[in-house]
């Protein structure tokens, strides 16, 4: 995973809308294709993106694929986040 991946798969509104979805829990591939009006194919895309960047994890039984949100990925970008801020903070209090 590297933020470039990261920065990219989060770019999509799809794929946040697919993040917010797994928020709720872990959903099958055909659950999360339902919630839009787009291929199977395209959402497999999407989902790609998603488990390159290391978004989101995928764990499969018997015939389905279960996704669910890596929220550890997310708890690194922010402390990033939170460390470019503090920072920023820093030279603004000198």
Do not use: C
């Not at 920065?7 to 799809?14: E, G, M, Y």
């Not at 995928?58 to 939170?82: G, H, P, Q």
């Amino acid at each position: 995973m590297t933020f470039a991946d990261t920065f990219k798969a989060l770019s999509n509104p799809v794929r946040r809308e697919i993040l917010n979805l797994l928020k709720a829990g872990r959903l099958s591939a055909g659950e999360i294709a339902g919630q839009f009006k787009m291929t199977g194919a395209t959402i497999s895309h999407h989902l790609s993106i998603l488990k390159k960047a290391d978004l989101i994890t995928e764990t499969r039984e018997k015939n389905y694929i279960y996704y669910d949100l890596n929220a550890s990925v997310l708890e690194e970008i922010m402390v990033w986040f939170a460390d470019l801020r503090g920072n920023h903070d820093e030279k603004n209090q000198s």
